[in-house]
């Protein structure tokens, strides 16, 4: 695979982005000063060890928590001055979750579990569409108690697809899964990228995952430490850890 992603436009754009939590008498500083652009159709890597900001990044991108100061724009639009609606609208329009857990409903089958998202979503696939873009078209009327946690992620991966989100973000997203099961998921994740054209963030401890990648951006200490570009992504069945 080839990386071509940065000779895009810019999609988001994170400028001096401060995250500080007081807790009790202490200041945590989980964002100082992060400059961050993302570019239409990349696939991008955020590594770093726990606490050196990358979930905090992440929910600041997708809308789920606002900075301290600095500044989010998604497409010009300046997301940190916006207030709930938009965030809220944001959200539902443009872009998908994936986390470390399903966060799936267990009483709902799988068709049923994507339909959630299906049924609010402005111009979305059909779930039997999405579920069969993650393999999993022989698995419509399987509840999750019946499906594997490969199987279980994947669901969690349709749903987010379902509403075609223009960025799907993904907290951990094998962290839950053995070795082979995890890069089951990654191929997924890579197939959405490219069929899609879905820009992909994976937020992992994982170096070894790096290499699929067109960005891998390392965090330390709440900053961005390096930013490295793959001249060619690896396949998920390349990658060793």
Request: charged letters at 20%; hydrophobic letters at 40%; one cysteine or more.
């Amino acid at each position: 695979m080839t990386s071509t992603a940065t000779a895009a436009p810019a999609i988001f754009h994170g400028h001096h982005l401060v995250k500080t939590y007081q807790m009790g008498e202490v200041a945590v500083h989980a964002l100082r000063q992060v400059d961050i652009d993302l570019y239409e159709g990349e696939f991008v890597v955020l590594l770093g060890p726990s606490g050196s900001g990358k979930s905090t990044l992440l929910n600041i991108l997708g809308g789920l928590d606002v900075p301290t100061s600095g500044e989010v724009y998604f497409r010009q639009q300046n997301l940190s001055q916006g207030g709930d609606g938009l965030l809220t609208r944001f959200r539902r329009e443009s872009i998908g979750f994936i986390f470390q857990f399903y966060n799936l409903i267990p009483s709902l089958t799988a068709r049923e579990n994507v339909a959630l998202v299906t049924d609010i979503a402005p111009h979305p696939m059909r779930p039997e569409e999405a579920l069969a873009l993650v393999g999993l078209g022989d698995r419509l009327d399987h509840f999750p108690s019946q499906l594997s946690g490969g199987q279980q992620q994947r669901v969690a991966i349709a749903r987010a697809i379902a509403k075609r989100p223009e960025v799907l973000f993904c907290d951990e997203p094998t962290g839950a899964l053995d070795y082979s099961t995890g890069k089951l998921v990654l191929e997924v994740l890579a197939r959405v990228n490219q069929e899609l054209g879905t820009t992909v963030v994976i937020i992992t401890h994982n170096a070894g995952i790096g290499a699929m990648g067109d960005r891998v951006i390392t965090m330390r200490d709440g900053q961005i430490h390096t930013i490295e570009h793959n001249q060619r992504r690896a396949s998920p069945d390349e990658l060793e850890w």
